[in-house]
């Protein structure tokens, strides 16, 4: 792990994200609040649908609108509430001294444009290289995120790669200009086992090579549990659990939580074992249920659920999670 610090550079309160539509108003984020040290990994986990990625695009103010919009929160940035920020000031910030990799590497990268081109943009633009320095710069990134023959492969185009090299190529771009903050949605998505770990190893060296923090955005538990400091479970547009690494996997105190690590198979377990489900399905965001959001799917909800929203609890040092049910009575995974 890279060495952090306690120096907060990033802090999310209270963010509301919600989108208007035909069906309604869809909470896709509801009063988030969560913080990343500098030099720090922090895992944003959960099913699809739960807001983790639109927390994310929340940070750079990329919400298409309409129909999304940001109604509520502070995002605070090295000091600065992004959400004050003029649109001058977010196209210096947006990769730049923050960076973002993007989930679908063959529908971000422009077919049209050569490798260098897309990675050479960002590097005369925020920090003024001239075309020959940043074609120089671009074949050190490539190089550093394991591409072979940088120089000449720097002239092709996305689709002469595969998913795994184009991947590589997104966290290049990402890393161009040395980013205070870099975000990676779901950096793993469509590729292989073993290209997964080539890809989160190549994001943890280059974070402790470089001191950058790092938002890894998942569904899966099992993906991060070698890569992150601290893990922020999400539900329903909020957060349930938050601890370190090591103290979730270990001591998860949230039902919802324990379900995740249950579902993720496991090299030690008995082999006619097989693995649990949570039951139901994440709810429709534009018609929340009463209470917590988790109850229709919990097997430990009792009547203060359905009545009750539960809010966010320190149960131990560093060790936060919201929910009513007595933590020493759960089930452990």
Wanted: include cysteine; proline fraction near 6%.
């Amino acid at each position: 792990m890279a060495t952090t610090t306690d120096e907060v550079i990033l802090q999310v309160k209270d963010l509301r994200t919600y989108f208007y539509t035909q069906e309604g108003e869809v909470k896709a984020v509801d009063g988030l609040s969560y913080h990343v040290n500098r030099g720090e990994s922090v895992g944003l986990v959960g099913e699809s649908a739960c807001g983790k990625s639109v927390s994310a695009l929340s940070i750079l103010r990329l919400i298409p609108y309409p129909p999304g919009i940001i109604v509520g929160g502070e995002i605070i940035f090295q000091g600065q509430d992004l959400l004050k920020a003029s649109e001058e000031e977010m196209r210096h910030i947006r990769g730049n001294r923050i960076a973002m990799i993007f989930q679908e590497p063959t529908t971000s990268l422009n077919p049209v444009l050569t490798v260098k081109r897309q990675i050479s943009e960002s590097l005369e633009l925020h920090r003024g290289m001239d075309k020959d320095a940043s074609f120089q710069e671009t074949v050190r990134l490539l190089r550093l995120v394991g591409i072979p023959d940088a120089e000449r492969r720097a002239n092709d185009y996305p689709f002469q790669f595969s998913g795994g090299m184009q991947q590589r190529i997104m966290i290049a771009m990402g890393l161009s200009c040395d980013p205070a903050l870099l975000i990676a949605d779901e950096p793993t998505t469509s590729v292989d086992v073993t290209v997964q770990a080539q890809l989160l190893e190549i994001i943890a060296e280059l974070r402790t090579r470089l001191g950058t923090a790092v938002i890894i955005i998942t569904h899966n538990l099992g993906v991060v549990a070698r890569y992150v400091d601290r893990v922020n479970v999400m539900y329903a547009g909020n957060m349930v659990e938050s601890a370190t690494t090591d103290e979730l996997y270990s001591n998860p105190k949230h039902p919802y939580t324990i379900g995740l690590l249950a579902s993720v198979p496991r090299l030690d377990s008995e082999r006619k074992k097989g693995l649990r489900i949570i039951k139901g399905l994440p709810p429709n965001l534009s018609r929340l249920p009463g209470g917590c959001s988790f109850h229709p799917r919990c097997d430990y909800a009792f009547d203060r659920c359905r009545e009750e929203t539960p809010r966010l609890e320190e149960v131990s040092p560093g060790h936060w999670r919201s929910c009513f049910y007595d933590p020493d009575k759960l089930k452990k995974h």
